[in-house]
């Protein structure tokens, strides 16, 4: 079969959309669909084909591209690179066989922006397809919003995150994003909106465990007047609030099952149903979610549907507890502190070697939060130029090493808080600082003092980051 345009006498102001599939009846009912909606069809039979008609009519003359897994000369996959490599401002959508997740997953970490069942349900396929032609409107958008929040740190970690998340924002992939209490996972979501075609769109949060199980439908989809007893007007859900934007489930872990069900649909069908409507409503929302709970071991126990799982944990981030990257306290203690004293209308004070070194030997259980809280009643405590060890109000119960003779931990909720393995660096970290301390900083003396060799003290002294 040639190379053909369908839809062709149609005005060519109109999007065209490239579909390449080998079976002829899904182009033709795709491009049916498409031909309603005022969309023009390109249709491919190959892989060949395709990269024929991407060349002719290259980047700004397609608008999306629909692609099958399997191709007589190869595979769909081939086409999402090809197209991110040399065409990446189009986006590209899978139509994968229904229930095989694993393609559907590899296809959107490929930077496929969405993907579609077999047999294909005509709704979604619109909504899709409406949901991509925005995003060329969108493309300006970009450049025209400020950058947003700032995630700060020189560490190997966070630089880490922050390439990530200008990556990630690009895409249209969903993002888990997961990491312990004040680690910073809401400040990460609001950076991947602030970076994406969506930048200008709202950034609604919601606190899926604050929602009380009775008003969580009609608060995520909106409700009718009249639809329950206190329905007295119509009101618009989160989804509908975050048109065209993000919205950010918080502790997602928390979703009772039924919900998951209902947010699942939502989220696969890009359609909600207000409570006591008739009708579905076209959403068109990118969802970025977070947890501090181990989400893939509640799918495990059945507390958290796999399907959904695997739908909003296309790809994940992980934002470290403090104490995994410890180099960057000073940075983000001398941030915090500008940042109140400007609030305060004041100079930002300096922390004095004792307090740096007190704070570099806190474990910060509740991380970056913690840090900012410490920092906060310590500026308001001292109007002072500098803040001190004495100003600084660590935890003491935290921050204290154990009693030397007391190798038996009889509080095992401390180790259980942090898990053992910092929990066992921050005691080696304590004892090596106070060996060192006590050996005015000669590491052989304290070597020696340890009884373990010079090597071995170097060695873990790099490991923790010390030397
Ligand atoms: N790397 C960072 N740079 C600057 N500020 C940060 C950084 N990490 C966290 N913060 C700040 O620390 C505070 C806590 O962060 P955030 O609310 O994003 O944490 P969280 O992981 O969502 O916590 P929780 O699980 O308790 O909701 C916020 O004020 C945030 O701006
Ligand atoms: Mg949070």
């Given at each position: 079969?040639?190379?053909?345009?369908?839809?062709?006498?149609?005005?060519?102001?109109?999007?065209?959309?490239?579909?390449?599939?080998?079976?002829?009846?899904i182009r033709e009912l795709i491009s049916l669909t498409l031909s309603r909606m005022q969309v023009?069809?390109?249709?491919?039979?190959?892989?060949?084909?395709?990269?024929?008609?991407?060349?002719?009519?290259?980047?700004?003359?397609?608008?999306?591209?629909?692609?099958?897994?399997?191709?007589?000369?190869?595979?769909?996959?081939?086409?999402?690179?090809?197209?991110?490599?040399?065409?990446?401002?189009?986006?590209?959508?899978m139509i994968t066989a229904h229930g095989n997740m694993s393609s559907a997953i590899e296809a959107l970490k490929a930077g496929a922006f969405d993907f579609l069942n077999k047999p294909v349900e005509l709704q979604t396929l619109r909504n899709l397809v409406t949901s991509a032609l925005r995003l060329d409107q969108q493309k300006q958008v970009v450049e025209s919003c400020d950058t947003g929040p700032e995630l700060m740190g020189q560490s190997v970690a966070i630089e880490k995150?922050?390439?990530?998340?200008?990556?990630?924002?690009?895409?249209?992939?969903?993002?888990?994003?997961?990491?312990?209490?004040?680690?910073?996972?809401?400040?990460?979501?609001?950076?991947?909106?602030?970076?994406?075609?969506?930048?200008?769109k709202p950034f609604i949060a919601v606190n899926c465990g604050a929602?009380?199980?009775?008003?969580?439908?009609?608060?995520?989809?909106?409700?009718?007047?009249?639809?329950?007893?206190?329905?007295?007007?119509?009101?618009?859900?989160?989804?509908?609030?975050?048109?065209?934007g993000t919205l950010f489930l918080d502790e997602v872990a928390d979703l009772p099952l039924d919900m998951q069900v209902k947010l699942l649909r939502a989220i696969q069908e890009k359609s909600v149903r207000p409570v006591g409507a008739q009708k579905e409503e076209?959403?068109?929302?990118?969802?970025?979610?977070?947890?501090?709970?181990?989400?893939a071991a509640k799918v495990e126990v059945g507390e958290f549907r796999e399907d959904l799982y695997y739908r909003i944990?296309?790809?994940?981030?992980?934002?470290?507890?403090?104490?995994?990257?410890p180099e960057d306290i000073p940075v983000l203690a001398n941030y915090f502190l500008s940042q109140l004293a400007e609030e305060m209308g004041r100079s930002a004070p300096r922390l004095s070697d004792s307090a740096l070194k007190r704070l570099s030997h806190h474990c910060f259980p509740g991380n970056v939060r913690e840090l900012e809280n410490l920092l906060a009643r310590a500026i308001t405590l001292n109007d002072s130029d500098v803040i001190d060890a004495e100003d600084i109000?660590?935890?003491?119960?935290?921050?204290?090493?154990?009693?030397?003779?007391?190798?038996?931990?009889?509080?095992?909720?401390?180790?259980?808080?942090?898990?053992?393995?910092?929990?066992l660096e921050t005691v080696e970290r304590q004892i090596l600082e106070k060996a060192l301390e006590a050996s005015d900083y000669n590491k052989t003396a304290a070597a020696k003092k340890l009884g373990i060799s010079f090597r071995t003290l170097r060695y873990r002294l790099k490991k923790l980051n010390m030397d």
């Open positions: 079969m040639p190379i053909s345009s369908t839809n062709q006498g149609v005005s060519s102001q109109h999007p065209k959309v490239l579909i390449v599939d080998d079976e002829s009846d023009d069809c390109l249709e491919a039979e190959t892989l060949s084909e395709a990269n024929q008609l991407l060349e002719q009519h290259g980047e700004g003359g397609i608008q999306l591209c629909l692609t099958d897994m399997r191709l007589p000369d190869g595979n769909g996959m081939e086409l999402i690179y090809r197209i991110q490599k040399q065409y990446s401002q189009i986006p590209v959508a995150i922050r390439q990530l998340v200008t990556r990630l924002a690009r895409s249209l992939a969903p993002v888990h994003i997961h990491g312990e209490s004040g680690t910073g996972k809401e400040l990460v979501a609001r950076m991947l909106h602030h970076r994406s075609h969506r930048c200008d929602i009380p199980a009775e008003l969580m439908e009609s608060e995520f989809f909106g409700h009718r007047k009249g639809s329950f007893t206190g329905a007295t007007q119509n009101k618009e859900g989160l989804f509908q609030a975050a048109e065209g076209f959403v068109d929302v990118r969802i970025v979610s977070a947890t501090h709970e181990d989400l944990n296309v790809i994940e981030l992980k934002v470290p507890p403090l104490r995994d990257h109000q660590t935890d003491g119960r935290k921050n204290q090493a154990p009693q030397a003779n007391s190798f038996v931990v009889d509080n095992i909720e401390s180790v259980c808080e942090v898990g053992l393995e910092s929990y």
